[in-house]
């Protein structure tokens, strides 16, 4: 999953970004408003953390213009305004979560898995494709019974792909997902990572669609 982290705090910017990398999260980090718009209009992330007090444009007013643009990507505010009135304000220009300063980085993710499982209409904090078994709360996969070790990387695309079993999923949102907006990543590295996934799972486990992307049959071999 990319997150888009904008955040204008250094300390807990840099918290943030290494807590959830840890957990496999691909996390790009923006420290203004205006960066943020920008960030948002792109449509690569799959999800953003929003703090409002920012330099150049405050987050209420990123997170309304991105709403205006129809921008869909779920959206968790991460505010010290802890007021009643904060709250609604932000909910009503369209966050998904509102999460108040201090917090735990534990709920953070927690709020994290929460808001993505409703964004993909999952009800379980697991995912279960065939014999592949995926805790979202741990980062663990499991396939046939036996834990199988995944980099980070490996984690992202399971994750994708297993989210959509049964649909094509374009190989630009796989890339989105697990690079972010890093551009010395190379044409053929999905392809790599993708040789690298079906060699612990299997060659059936992900089918290519030529000229689309990859699926993930919902019930592979």
Do not use: C
């Amino acid at each position: 999953m990319h997150i888009l982290l904008v955040e204008d705090d250094p300390q807990l910017g840099a918290a943030i970004q290494r807590a959830l990398e840890r957990l496999a999260y691909t996390v790009t980090w923006l420290r203004d408003g205006q960066s943020a718009i920008a960030g948002l209009a792109d449509g690569s992330a799959d999800l953003v953390l929003l703090d409002l007090g920012l330099p150049r444009r405050d987050g209420l007013e990123v997170l309304r213009e991105a709403r205006r643009q129809k921008v869909a990507t779920p959206v968790i505010v991460m505010t010290a305004r802890d007021s009643v009135e904060a709250r609604v304000s932000g909910l009503d220009a369209g966050a998904d979560d509102y999460l108040v300063k201090p917090f735990h980085l534990d709920e953070l993710a927690a709020r994290i898995r929460s808001v993505s499982r409703r964004h993909h209409g999952v009800a379980a904090n697991r995912l279960e494709v065939g014999a592949i078994s995926m805790d979202l709360g741990s980062a663990e996969v499991s396939y046939r019974g036996e834990r199988l070790d995944l980099t980070r990387r490996e984690f992202a695309l399971l994750q994708a792909l297993m989210e959509r079993a049964g649909h094509i999923v374009r190989r630009e949102t796989l890339e989105n997902s697990i690079y972010g907006f890093d551009n010395s990543v190379g044409r053929g590295a999905l392809e790599v990572l993708m040789h690298s996934l079906r060699r612990k799972l299997g060659a059936d486990a992900v089918q290519t669609v030529r000229g689309f992307g990859y699926m993930m049959p919902r019930e592979p071999a």
